[in-house]
Structure formats: C-alpha cells, structure tokens
C-alpha cells in the first residue's frame, strides 16, 4: 500500500515569513535608489523565498509499506518505521519541521523521537498509519 499526504499550507504562514523577509526591503528601497548590492540582495532574497514556497508547496507524506517517508521540497527525511509509532496528538509546537502550517500534529516514534507534520488530510492519515499499526494511540482533540 503506497499513500501520499499532501502537507497542510498554512498562507497566513507565509505571508508572515514574506513580511519578515522583504518588510526591511521596503524601507531600504523607499529612496527609489538601486544600486548592483540592493539588486542583488533583492535577488537573493527572492531565490530565497522561492525556495521556501517550493518546501511549502511539495511537501508530503507518503506511507510506502511499512514505513512513512517524509519530503519537503529538497529534503528528504529518514524513514519512519511504523511499527516503532507509538503515538499521534495535535499539537501548537512551532518547532521548526516540515510542516507548512499551523494545524498540526506530533509524532512519537522510537525510544525518544518526534516529528512535527501538518498532512491537509490528517483522519485519513492517521487512519492508514494505525490499520498498520493498531497500537498507535491517536489523540487530536
């Protein structure tokens, strides 16, 4: 059984992360002055944004078999065994973790181990991970 979650986009997140990244640019671009540094900080910043709204965007979840593989944009994480998943809640963490929203939930696998995601279909999701692993306790009240 192969299952693929698209991440949860949370756009008020983003907007956030845009007016951290080019508020202080407007200030400094309120002289209409453009010189070949201002340029290319402003190049800069907008390859670096694109590359945060390509995370965003191609983040997913895939449950392959046995394991729940994790991709956000170029990432890939370390596969998660599902049978070492002992539980999923929701969570407020805002830890930094691919997951491109607020509305998320927290993982606990392994001896002391936990990811933070944010599937945009998470009764579904936690679904399949608990028909291969029964054992998983699921609390997302």
Avoid: W
Wanted: proline share 4%; charged share 20%; net charge positive.
């Amino acid at each position: 059984m192969v299952r693929k979650y698209k991440s949860k986009v949370s756009y008020g997140l983003l907007i956030a992360i845009s007016l951290i990244m080019f508020g202080p640019l407007l200030f400094k671009l309120s002289d209409y002055t453009l010189n070949t540094q201002r340029i290319l900080g402003i190049l800069l910043l907008l390859v670096t944004f694109a590359l945060i709204l390509h995370m965003f965007l191609t983040t997913i979840y895939t449950i392959d078999n046995d394991k729940l593989k994790i991709k956000s944009g170029f990432f890939s994480y370390k596969p998660i065994e599902i049978s070492e998943i002992k539980s999923i809640t929701k969570t407020n963490n805002i830890i930094s973790s691919p997951a491109a929203s607020f509305d998320r939930i927290e993982i606990q696998y392994g001896k002391f181990k936990s990811i933070v995601l944010s599937p945009k279909d998470k009764s579904n999701f936690c679904k399949d991970l608990n028909e291969l692993n029964p054992e998983i306790k699921i609390v997302l009240n």
